[in-house]
Structures are given as structure tokens and as C-alpha cells.
């Protein structure tokens, strides 16, 4: 008998502190930093974002969608033999966040590792936690996508700073007799490190270079459209599928410009793509889980449907994951 992985639970969490566009917008003029909400939400479709507080970390975040994933999932921690965090913002840079989240779950034993691919992180890291299910090397995994990206923005850029947000989400994953994550489809340019990337590092007890997120915003949006496109044409084609075979798609939310183009593209309305980047903005790894959530939540997206999730971001990386929930 063949052996798949199912998603059984999801959860999420967002920090508390949440800024408008007119707040944001606000605290950067104190700073000299000219910015507005009608230039965010035209240009991106960005209302609203989470900021974390000073001292709260990556696996802070993590920790609560993980709990929540697996209240929905009917799992105790203990029951867990795998955990993948994907973030680009871990706590510190080792050991992992996925070690330090599950110390805070109170667990011990079973592999912990980060996936770093930016804003795909969680296509990645979910197509890790597949592979590890169906050759028996896990059968209940957490894979989470947490991020601080408060951290790591330059507020005096203002073509930067207003696009992302904090926040965390989460998926249990469990061996299943059927599909579960119907197909993958992953990949990377490594020539286009330089469109977006947070260059500094720490050498001999200093950070050397720009430890602040940089990007060539219009060079990223044109790799962006095309390669979503692709993505998602390649994993329908090895799964055997069509576009009309698709209930929701979850893009990676960096800009409703990106998803309607995508959409556009594969021929779905916009009432079949999950759009959050309004309230959460760019949240980079946890954008999809955190979408994926909340749909759930809602009640939008029902167990029995097929979705679409799909990720772009820096190194350059790109993928998409079908799943049948
Ligand atoms: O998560 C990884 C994926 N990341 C992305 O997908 C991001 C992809 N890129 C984008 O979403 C868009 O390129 C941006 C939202 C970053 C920028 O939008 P754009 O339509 O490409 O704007 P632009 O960079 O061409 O800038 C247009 C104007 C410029 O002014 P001038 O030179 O025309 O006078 C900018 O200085 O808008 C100005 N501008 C701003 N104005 C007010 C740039 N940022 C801001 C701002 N507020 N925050």
C-alpha cells in the first residue's frame, strides 16, 4: 500500500500590536520618511500588518500556531516526531528555531531542523515533511513558517518597510493511505541572490555588511509573475490535473497585484484566491500557512477540497504544493 502525507490541523498566530497604513505611515514621518496609505494599498494591496514586540522571537510566534495546528489536529506535542521551521528571522543564528520551538512545546527527541528559502520557506519546508512521510522517516510532522521581518526592515526605506509584517503558521502533516499532498514542484535561481537578500553576516564578533532587507522591488515582481505561473502548470501537470480542478489558490501574499496577475493567468476568479496580505501584509514564510489558516477558520475552505499553495521569493526560490485536504 502506498503511503502519503494528509494535513489534519492547522493553526496560526499574530502579534498583538497591529499597525494601519495611517499608523505606519505616521510613526515613519516622525522620522522624516514620507509615505501614505493610498500609495500602500494602490500599489500593493497591503492595509494593515502585526509588529512584534522588542524581545519576542521567531519561535515565540511559531510556538502559538503550532499549539493551535495541533489542538485542530487533536494531537498532543508528545505525539510529534518531526518539526520544520521555515523562517529567514530565526532567534538566533544557531541552533535552530525548531529546536528552541520545541523546547517551549516541552518535547525532546524527535528531528527539529529550519528551512531557510524565504518567502517559499513553507512549500519548501512542506515538501521536505512529505518526502520524510512517505519513505517512513516521520509520521506526524509540524511544519511551521515563522517570521520577524520587523526586524530585519530598514524604516528609513520606504519602498521596503510599508510591504512586510510579522506572524506564524502551521500545519500538523500525518501518514495517510491516501493523498494528502498530491504533488511538489520546487526550484531556485541562485543568479538573482542579489534582487532581494539581507546581505549582512557576523564575522570575528561583528556584523559585517547591510544586516537590513533590500530589494530591487520591480526585478522580483517580474520573476514573480512568470515563475507562479509555471509552478503551478508543473505540479497540476504531475498530479494530473487542471486548473478547473483547483478550489482555492493560496499564493505566497506579498502584493494583490502578484496574486490577480497569477489568478489571471490560470484562468480562477479572484473569489477562489485566499487573499490576506490586506491584514497581515508580506509575512514571507508564514504568509501561506497563516492564508491557509484563516481560510479554515472561516469556514472558506472545507476539508475535501483541493488546494493550490504556492511560494516565490528570495534566492530566487519558487514551488507550489497540491493538496486534496
Ligand atoms: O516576498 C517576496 C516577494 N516580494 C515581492 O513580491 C515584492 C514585489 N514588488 C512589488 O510588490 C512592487 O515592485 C513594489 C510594491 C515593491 C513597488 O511597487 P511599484 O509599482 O513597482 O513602485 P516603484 O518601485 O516603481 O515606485 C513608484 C514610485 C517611486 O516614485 P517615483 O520615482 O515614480 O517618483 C517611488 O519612490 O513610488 C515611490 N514609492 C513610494 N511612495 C510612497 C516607493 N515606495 C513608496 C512608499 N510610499 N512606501
Same mark, same amino acid.
Given at each position: 500500500m502506498s503511503r502519503y502525507s494528509r494535513i489534519t490541523g492547522t493553526g496560526s498566530y499574530l502579534p498583538p500590536r497591529r499597525l494601519t497604513n495611517a499608523d505606519l505611515a505616521t510613526e515613519l514621518a516622525s522620522q522624516g520618511v514620507e509615505t501614505s496609505d493610498d500609495w500602500i494599498v494602490d500599489r500593493t494591496g497591503i492595509r494593515a500588518r502585526h509588529f512584534a514586540d522588542p524581545g519576542v522571537c521567531c519561535s515565540d510566534l511559531g510556538v502559538e500556531a503550532a499549539r493551535n495546528a495541533l489542538q485542530a489536529a487533536g494531537r498532543?506535542?508528545?505525539? &510529534?516526531d518531526l518539526i520544520i521551521v521555515a523562517t529567514s =528571522? /530565526? +532567534?538566533? $543564528?544557531?541552533?535552530?528555531a525548531a529546536c528552541i520551538l520545541q523546547n517551549k512545546l516541552g518535547v525532546a527527541g524527535c528531528p527539529a531542523f529550519d528551512v531557510q528559502a524565504v518567502c517559499s520557506g513553507f512549500v519548501y519546508a512542506l515538501t521536505v515533511a512529505d518526502a520524510m512521510i512517505k519513505t517512513g522517516a516521520a509520521t506526524k510532522a509540524l511544519v511551521i513558517g515563522a517570521e520577524v521581518f520587523s526586524r530585519i526592515l %530598514?524604516? =528609513?526605506?520606504?519602498t521596503t518597510c510599508v510591504l512586510f509584517g510579522d506572524g506564524a503558521g502551521a500545519v500538523v502533516l500525518e501518514a495517510s493511505d =491516501? /493523498?494528502?499532498? $498530491?504533488a511538489t514542484d520546487l526550484h531556485a535561481d541562485g543568479?538573482? !541572490?542579489? &534582487?532581494?537578500? !539581507?546581505p549582512g553576516h557576523v564575522s570575528g564578533g561583528q556584523v559585517l555588511g547591510n544586516p537590513l532587507l533590500q530589494m530591487d522591488g520591480q526585478a522580483v515582481f517580474k520573476l514573480a509573475v512568470g515563475v507562479l505561473e509555471d509552478a503551478a502548470r508543473a505540479v497540476l501537470a504531475k498530479a494530473g490535473? =487542471?486548473?478547473? %480542478?483547483? +478550489?482555492w489558490l493560496i499564493p505566497h501574499q506579498a502584493n494583490i497585484r502578484i496574486m490577480q496577475s497569477t489568478a489571471r493567468k490560470l484562468k480562477l /476568479?479572484? +473569489?477562489k484566491v485566499i487573499v490576506t496580505v490586506d491584514q497581515h501584509g508580506n509575512t514571507s514564510a508564514a504568509s501561506i500557512p497563516l492564508a491557509l489558516d484563516s481560510a479554515v477558520r472561516s469556514g472558506r475552505i472545507q476539508k475535501g477540497d483541493t488546494l493550490m499553495l504556492e511560494g516565490v521569493g528570495g534566492g530566487f526560490t519558487w514551488g507550489a504544493v497540491l493538496v486534496d485536504l
Open positions: 498532543q506535542a508528545s505525539e &510529534i =528571522t /530565526p +532567534d538566533m $543564528v544557531f541552533p535552530s %530598514d524604516f =528609513t526605506d520606504r =491516501t /493523498p494528502g499532498i $498530491v543568479k538573482h !541572490v542579489g &534582487i532581494l537578500c !539581507v490535473r =487542471t486548473e478547473a %480542478d483547483i +478550489d /476568479p479572484m +473569489d
